[in-house]
DNA sequence: ATTCATGCAAACCGTTTGCACCCGA
DNA sequence: TCGGGTGCAAACGGTTTGCATGAAT
């Protein structure tokens, strides 16, 4: 809900500046959605937002903004199995991986990374130059684990 | 190329008939091409392939039957980040993991998991009940490695 | 003034669906 | 025969693009 701080209304200014992309009309207030929203999301979730504040919003500039604030680091793309929708997040150059709840599709960020070991051991043993690695939970959240189980029980 | 086995013809008829899945025109040489195949396809690259041997043939009629062979578990559905298209993988029921390289969108099975422990220490600490993961990296495969160095070099 | 961003509508493309016909069990 | 499977064409839904206008630097 609140109104958005203005030194954080600063640091996105700031960041869009450091990237040479231009502070349009909505492009501060996308990032301030990306940055309030606990899970990622997609573009039609943004441009419905936005759309409740100023009709005179289209779809596809959410589209090609978000692709110009991907390209520029600001933002990440994220996809997951359960949904044919792409979604993005905040790039908060913490490196992360999720909890997908296949009960409510909540979605979970976990800061803890278990692989970095078996990437050099993969770069060591099979030749393969790791740049990156997408990991991802699926099960249930600690809301949906007893319902789960509750419905399966006999 | 060289022409299936009796052996492995039967064995995907086996597999078919424990299903209650119908042996129609195209499901054996749908079954065949995934398991010929070194990496995951593409539903038009199944269809493609089966055109060839059978003019016969919609795409639709692939999907849907992919979305049988799955449905009975002996298929599995990937999808990378790389790529919109959605893949199949015959389900040698074999737990892996993909490399995937961002060089020449190579895609090498690895069949050693690093996480399962992880999954209990999520299970444990953060009351998530863990199903399955996901796992992949990215990053070049032995052939493009050089290459992207030497394109990098100077 | 110049370059980049936008709105709108139309195109795109992978996937799904409705329907009449077909065919394997 | 009967219920599932198929071909074809049309619909769908998320995403992209062409184009003329508008706004930020």
């Given at each position: 809900?609140?109104?958005?701080?203005?030194?954080?209304?600063?640091?996105?200014?700031v960041?869009?500046?450091?990237?040479?992309?231009?502070?349009?009309?909505?492009?501060i207030?996308?990032l301030?959605?990306?940055?309030?929203?606990?899970?990622?999301i997609?573009?039609?979730?943004?441009?419905?937002?936005?759309?409740?504040?100023d009709?005179?919003i289209?779809?596809?500039?959410?589209?090609?903004?978000?692709?110009?604030?991907?390209?520029?680091e600001?933002?990440?793309?994220?996809?997951?199995?359960?949904d044919?929708?792409?979604?993005?997040?905040?790039?908060?150059?913490?490196?992360?991986?999720?909890?997908?709840?296949?009960?409510?599709?909540?979605?979970?960020?976990?800061?803890?990374?278990?692989?970095?070991?078996?990437?050099?051991?993969?770069?060591?043993?099979?030749?393969?130059?790791v740049?990156?690695?997408?990991?991802?939970?699926?099960?249930?959240?600690?809301?949906?684990?007893p319902k789960?189980?509750?419905?399966h029980?006999h």
């Amino acid at each position: 809900m609140g109104a958005i701080l203005l030194e954080e209304h600063q640091e996105y200014l700031v960041k869009l500046r450091q990237t040479g992309l231009k502070n349009t009309r909505h492009r501060i207030k996308m990032l301030e959605i990306l940055d309030n929203s606990p899970q990622p999301i997609s573009a039609d979730d943004i441009f419905v937002r936005l759309k409740e504040q100023d009709d005179r919003i289209s779809l596809s500039t959410v589209y090609r903004s978000l692709e110009a604030l991907v390209r520029n680091e600001l933002v990440n793309k994220v996809s997951f199995d359960n949904d044919n929708r792409t979604t993005f997040e905040l790039n908060r150059l913490q490196h992360h991986h999720f909890l997908v709840c296949i009960g409510c599709n909540k979605i979970i960020t976990v800061e803890d990374c278990p692989i970095h070991e078996y990437e050099e051991e993969v770069s060591r043993t099979r030749g393969f130059e790791v740049i990156g690695h997408k990991l991802e939970l699926y099960g249930y959240c600690s809301d949906c684990a007893p319902k789960h189980h509750f419905t399966h029980e006999h």
